[in-house]
T-cell receptor, first 113, second 114 residues
Framework: GENVEQHPSTLSVQEGDSAVIKCTYS??????FPWYKQELGKRPQLIIDIRSNVGEKKDQRIAVTLNKTAKHFSLHITETQPEDSAVYFCAASPAGGGNKLTFGTGTQLKVEL | GAGVSQSPSNKVTEKGKDVELRCDPI?????LYWYRQSLGQGLEFLIY????????KSGLPSDRFSAERTGGSVSTLTIQRTQQEDSAVYLCASSFQGRQETQYFGPGTRLLVL
């Protein structure tokens, strides 16, 4: 089955700096890669996703890149703000799999003032 | 509109007892998923429903775990003879068609087995 690894497990940045979180996956059949943000005690919420026919996608301060050959994808947050502090999870899903998501173990992002 | 809801929000039980966790998906969503999140861990897939059938039960950790969905809506996850290692947050999610689209998560049920 699919295996998703995520790094780093914790990340501390200064407000205004950029943050990068990286994930690798094992199943070459995976072609949908969402990122979820989970604030303390809250439910996970989708922040951005990418499909394998696209190499990069941006939404304001957030971008995701995908390298299908190397089987890795990354989340980039620019101009970080304190409200970006949360746990971020990457996930992967194969086509035709009912959208079953295999998640990484999460990155605790802390944005310091 | 209303999001995914789950009940109870917290459940404390004694080892060996059975528990039932409920999920109300977003109206009109045909796909429903159960995940488990242990402390400091990622989300672990348990089971996926398309309508009332469960084409993928591969994540259920043992035969003590079962789930059903009725009327293409509400789902119940049942854990029999609970063990301490079952303690976790159980999250339900739904999506429109079970294709590669956004999964919307509920607030979870925090289960503690003493």
């Amino acid at each position: 089955g699919e295996n998703v690894e995520q790094h780093p497990s914790t990340l501390s940045v200064q407000e205004g700096d950029s943050a990068v979180i990286k994930c690798t996956y094992s199943d070459s059949a995976s072609n949908y890669f969402p990122w979820y943000k989970q604030e303390l005690g809250k439910r996970p919420q989708l922040i951005i996703d990418i499909r394998s026919n696209v190499g990069e996608k941006k939404d304001q301060r957030i971008a995701v890149t995908l390298n299908k050959t190397a089987k890795h994808f990354s989340l980039h947050i620019t101009e970080t703000q304190p409200e970006d502090s949360a746990v971020y999870f990457c996930a992967a899903s194969p086509a035709g799999g009912g959208n079953k998501l295999t998640f990484g173990t999460g990155t605790q992002l802390k944005v310091e003032l | 509109g209303a999001g995914v809801s789950q009940s109870p929000s917290n459940k404390v039980t004694e080892k060996g007892k059975d528990v039932e966790l409920r999920c109300d998906p977003i109206s009109g969503h045909t796909a429903l998923y159960w995940y488990r999140q242990s402390l400091g861990q990622g989300l672990e897939f348990l089971i996926y429903f398309q309508g009332n059938s469960a084409p993928d039960k591969s994540g259920l950790p043992s035969d003590r775990f079962s789930a059903e969905r009725t009327g293409g809506s509400v789902s119940t996850l049942t854990i029999q003879r609970t063990q301490q290692e079952d303690s976790a947050v159980y999250l339900c999610a739904s999506s429109f068609q079970g294709r590669q689209e956004t999964q919307y998560f509920g607030p979870g049920t925090r289960l503690l087995v003493l």
